[in-house]
């Protein structure tokens, strides 16, 4: 199994300091689910100091924004296409993070 890079700068981020669980925000589009960000942790922290902590994964919803009619609206399965216009120039607004979430 292939772990995505961000997910072991994460993993480094978090080895050198003990903790008990750790959060990861993962944006709706981003390259993993959570279910797959799951499995590589898994195989990721297996043998190490690491592998008994609790991983919570906060799911952070997808929001687009058309730049020809301006309307914000949440991507179903992906789809960048405007509902009410059905222009495919949508700026990102949120839903792509993937980061260790300290808050």
């Known amino acids: 199994m292939q772990i995505h890079p961000r997910l072991v700068v994460i993993y480094q ?3 050198q300091k ?4 750790i959060s990861i925000a993962l944006g709706e589009l981003a390259p993993l689910d959570e279910s797959n960000l ?3 942790w898994d195989e990721l922290v297996k043998n190490t100091a690491l592998e008994n902590i609790s991983l919570n994964i906060r799911i952070i919803p997808a929001e687009q924004q058309c730049m020809v009619c301006f309307l914000k609206y949440h991507p179903k399965e992906k789809e960048t296409a ?5 222009s495919v120039g949508a700026k990102i607004i949120s839903g792509e993070e993937f980061y260790l979430d300290e808050k």
């Open 38 to 40: 799951r499995a590589q």
């Open 82 to 86: 405007c509902p009410q216009c059905e």
């Open 18 to 21: 003990p903790v008990k669980n």
């Open 13 to 15: 981020q978090v080895i």
